[in-house]
């Protein structure tokens, strides 16, 4: 099942996702073959690093908040919110 995942960061905690940024590439790339996309979420003026959007598929939501609960980013206490929500990709196909 595909889920969409959209984390913001908590205010004032630029440094925690730097400082969590190595860490958790290495928790993605673990996961690879479960990303169907994966990124920062950035302000308006397309630098600074607001959150993170990422799309997976995995067995069901369980297997999804434990990959959360294992993530550096979550670790470290860098969102304020995490939804998820069940997806469909349908383009391109």
């Known amino acids: 099942m595909q889920f969409a995942i959209y984390c913001l960061d908590k205010e004032g905690h ?3 996702r730097l400082d969590n940024r190595p860490a958790h590439a290495e ?17 308006d003026d397309g630098n600074t690093m607001l959150g993170s959007l990422l799309v997976v598929e995995m067995a069901d ?11 550096p980013y979550s670790k470290a ?13 349908v383009f391109p196909q």
């Open 77 to 89: 206490g860098l969102f304020q919110s995490v939804t998820v929500k069940p997806f469909r990709k």
């Open 61 to 71: 939501r369980a297997a999804v908040d434990r990959f959360l609960a294992a993530d």
């Open 27 to 43: 928790h993605l790339k673990a996961h690879n073959d479960q990303l169907l996309l994966a990124g920062p979420l950035l302000s």
């Open 14 to 16: 630029v440094q925690t």
